[in-house]
């Protein structure tokens, strides 16, 4: 584990250092191995704090809740960058820094330091930039939920079992912030003509019609080659698959919840041909129409694929 500060809490705040013994019971278990904690903490308005590791052999997260800090990084070029109230930080192993609250506004933090064959792959879904690994995610409290419900392991006793559900807390809070980068995406491209947020809603309003990417470029005033390239950018996916999985979700919904024909629904949602409508659905889904129906019936076993 990288080595955690010395420095001395503030009044409210907490660390907890995960004992040597502890650290290899979760890397031998089959329920921790993959993604384990070293340690995690809370510091309140934390005055003075100031860390430098030129050795970083773990994963650091790092939550702003209040306050402002400064992040040191020094390859491939030395760039400092200023921390605010909303931001999370992720500094992967390998990667040298230097952070230090801000010493007129210092910051209040949650942080986990953790390790594991998973910690890499949390990372990548998170689609995080090695060169700026800040994402400001607004101040969400689910995660400062999360983050305390994780920090209950400080009075468990070290015992193995309480780590295995801290293990699986910090599994969510990575995964949950996964689901927040598209959000910052979307207050990003507002500052300017991408608006990813109306080219959604647009794709909602036109769920029954078809849509082409030259439509949905020319909204933005741009190319189709410039728009998909930055709509893949932002989401990590190609506009028209979304598109495609907004119908099909909304196909799912009216299999469900009317008695329509197939064919009926394949027009509700912008097909003529009821049996390409059925190729895309069996596509995404893994299962026709037809079959989806009785197994919400209750009368197809979802196993049968």
Known sequence: MSKPSSWPLPPNSCRFVVPKPLVEQQRRDL?????????????????????????????????????????????????????????????????????????????????????????????????LDYNYPIINIGQQAKLVSDFENLLQIRQTGYQLKPFIHAANQLRQILSYVALLRPQEATRKSQSGQFDLERIHSMMQERIHEQLDLETLAASCNLSKYHFAKKYKELTGSSAINHFINLKIEHAC???????????QISYDVGYDDAYYFSRIFKKVMGLSPSEYRKMRLGSWPRTAT
Request: with cysteine.
């Open 31 to 127: 329920l921790t191995r993959d993604l384990y904690l070293f340690g995690a903490g809370h510091y309140v308005e934390a005055k003075g704090h100031h860390m430098k590791r030129a050795v970083h052999d773990d994963f650091l997260l790092i939550y702003c809740t209040a306050g402002l800090g400064h992040l040191t990084l020094a390859k491939p070029s030395t760039r400092k960058l200023q921390i605010q109230t909303g931001d999370l930080v992720i500094l992967p192993r390998g990667l040298a820094h230097e952070y230090v609250a801000d010493k007129r506004t210092p910051w209040s933090i949650y942080w986990v330091h953790f390790e594991g064959p998973l910690g890499k792959r949390f990372i990548e879904n998170i689609r």
């Open 253 to 263: 919904q009216l299999l469900d919840v009317s008695q329509k024909s197939i064919s």
